[in-house]
């Protein structure tokens, strides 16, 4: 085990290998925090840990299919083994999957499920103790992140099940935040609009061009570094403070 120095924090960040969670590992490195990126792609993990490695910044790379609870459990539990810690969870990882619910596979339902929502369950009920732990000490705070969506406070058609788990996130979000803060554990639920990341990448690709030349479209997104930089005011925060919930959407997105 490698024993974070004093005034180190240690961070898991899901989702790690691209958009959103990469600009998180480099933000936080930067900031000095330890980094347990997460997410399928080792490859990419391990250039992102090398890219940030001159620098100092101390990342490491952990392969798992979170999907599975019992590797997203391992992932915490790995991060305590190393660090001998763990003070901030940002569960970022997620996928979207549009399209017209009467036509949409339930395979593609069952995969936003368990990633969006049963991903971040797992991961954070085998978090709390740790953080709490965390929080605890002379720091008296620990931060859990969730990022959700503005997708998780306005439905739309074509959005349905994307919908249904993202305002999932931001329910779970509140709910438990109500039962941890007394612990010092806080829980924000970050919502961002459209960023320029590989989320889309994912949809079909007629319903994507679809969508993007209707109202959906935006003409310039956010850049995932924007919300890394939300990600990283809250946990940022001095220890008396919680920001519970952030809307980030494009300067130019009227919806
Ligand atoms: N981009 C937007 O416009 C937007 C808007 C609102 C909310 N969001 C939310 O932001 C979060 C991050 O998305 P993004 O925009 O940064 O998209 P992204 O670039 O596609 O990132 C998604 C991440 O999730 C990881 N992932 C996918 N399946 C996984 C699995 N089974 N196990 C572990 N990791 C997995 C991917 O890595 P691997 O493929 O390597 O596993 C990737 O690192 C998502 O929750 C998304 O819903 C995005």
């Known amino acids: 085990m490698t024993e974070a120095s004093p005034g180190a924090r240690v961070a898991l960040v899901t989702g790690a290998s691209s958009g959103i969670g990469a600009a998180t590992v480099r933000r936080f490195a930067a900031r000095g925090h330890i980094v347990v990126a997460v997410a399928r792609r080792a490859e ?3 250039k992102l840990a090398a890219e940030i490695a001159p620098s100092g910044g101390a990342v490491l790379p952990v392969a798992a299919d979170i999907t599975d609870g019992r590797q997203g459990r391992d992932c915490v539990a790995r991060a305590v083994d190393e660090f001998g810690r763990l003070d901030i969870v940002v569960n970022n990882a997620g996928i979207m999957l549009l399209g017209p619910f009467e036509s949409s596979p339930p395979e593609n339902w069952e995969r936003m499920l368990s990633l969006n929502l049963l991903s971040m369950l797992h991961i954070t009920q085998e978090a709390i103790p ?17 990022v959700g969506s503005v997708a998780g406070r306005v ?13 999932g996130v931001t329910a779970f979000s509140e709910a438990l935040r109500q039962e941890v803060a007394p612990d010092g554990i806080r829980v924000g639920c970050v919502q961002p609009g459209a960023v ?11 319903v994507r061009e679809r969508l993007l030349s209707g109202s959906l479209g935006v003409a310039r997104p956010a850049r995932a570094e924007d919300i890394a930089q939300t990600i990283d005011f809250l946990v940022g925060l001095d220890p008396g403070a919680a920001v519970n919930e952030l809307v980030v959407r494009s300067a130019r997105q009227p919806y």
């Open 155 to 167: 439905a739309r058609a074509n959005f349905a099940v994307y919908n249904a788990t993202k305002f």
């Open 44 to 46: 990419r993990l391990e």
């Open 196 to 206: 320029d990341t590989e989320l889309l990448d994912h949809v079909d690709p007629t």
């Open 130 to 146: 740790h953080l709490r732990a965390a929080a605890s000490g002379p720091r008296a705070v620990a931060d859990v992140v969730n």
